[in-house]
């Protein structure tokens, strides 16, 4: 975990898992690096947020295409862990753990997950629930929810999440960075 600037309460939190996904953001707004997957993501949120509160918590970051045709920048609707058997849960104790977080109707299905998707039965199986894939997304947003504060999931993609993603994602992610540091410059100032 890495924190660059102060955290005020006019302005959002730009959270990134990577500092490669964070190469060309400026010093303009506080940055908080969490490190790759949903453990260090939520623990480095919600730590940070103990202790400060931002206008908003806005996780930036790179995120893979489960779907033919799939590319460019969005911004999420939903978010899912599709690693956790919410339903199995469900049926034990009775009771909701890591369901679904709305944002809004509008905007893909981004399922979060410690698994970096590289095998095509994996991506199949996905994209039967989502539109895209990372491994931050869905503890950023709930750190943030359970701390009260507004959050946004802006994803770029980077790979089509199936043979070859990680390659794909380094040979992409600084074109990538340049994507989202351009939708910082223009969305939050």
Request: glycine share 10%.
């Amino acid at each position: 975990m890495r924190l660059r600037g102060e955290i005020t309460a006019d302005r959002p939190l730009l959270v990134l898992a990577a500092e490669e996904e964070a190469a060309h953001l400026d010093e303009a707004l506080p940055v908080l690096i969490t490190g790759m997957g949903k453990v260090l993501a939520a623990s480095a949120v919600s730590t940070v947020l103990a202790g400060a509160r931002p206008a908003a918590v806005v996780n930036l970051g790179t995120a893979g295409a489960l779907r033919p045709g799939r590319s460019g920048l969005h911004e999420i609707g939903t978010v899912l862990q599709h690693d956790l058997d919410t339903t199995l849960l469900r049926t034990l104790t009775g009771r909701s753990y890591g369901s679904p977080l709305v944002l809004g109707p509008a905007g893909p299905v981004l399922a979060t997950g410690d698994l970096f998707v590289s095998a095509e039965a994996a991506r199949a199986r996905l994209a039967e629930r989502a539109d895209l894939v990372d491994m931050e997304g869905y503890a950023v947003a709930w750190a943030a929810a359970q701390a009260g504060v507004p959050w946004r999931l802006i994803k770029q993609v980077s790979d089509d999440a199936g043979e070859g993603a990680a390659r794909t994602w380094q040979e992409s992610v600084d074109d990538c960075a340049r994507v989202l540091a351009g939708w910082v410059a223009v969305n939050l100032r």
